[in-house]
């Protein structure tokens, strides 16, 4: 399991599964070390993010 997963599993406290597809990121650094451990990634605004945020745990509970 790569160390990127792990860290935004526990950062925005949803499960590791949730990761297999895409990350969004509102840092850059993030982005381009998910690139090259192979992991999809999209570089979002923080109100973007935070929106997606409440819109999927809405949608998980």
Known sequence: ???L???LS?????????FESAVF???PSLASRG???GITT???SIEA???????TR???T
């Open 1 to 3: 399991m790569g160390k």
């Open 5 to 7: 997963k792990t860290f």
């Open 49 to 55: 993010l935070f929106e997606w945020q409440v819109l």
């Open 58 to 60: 809405n949608l998980l």
């Open 25 to 27: 990121t509102t840092d």
């Open 10 to 18: 526990e950062h925005w406290q949803l499960p590791i599964e949730y």
């Open 42 to 44: 999209e570089f979002v």
């Open 35 to 37: 690139v090259e451990q």
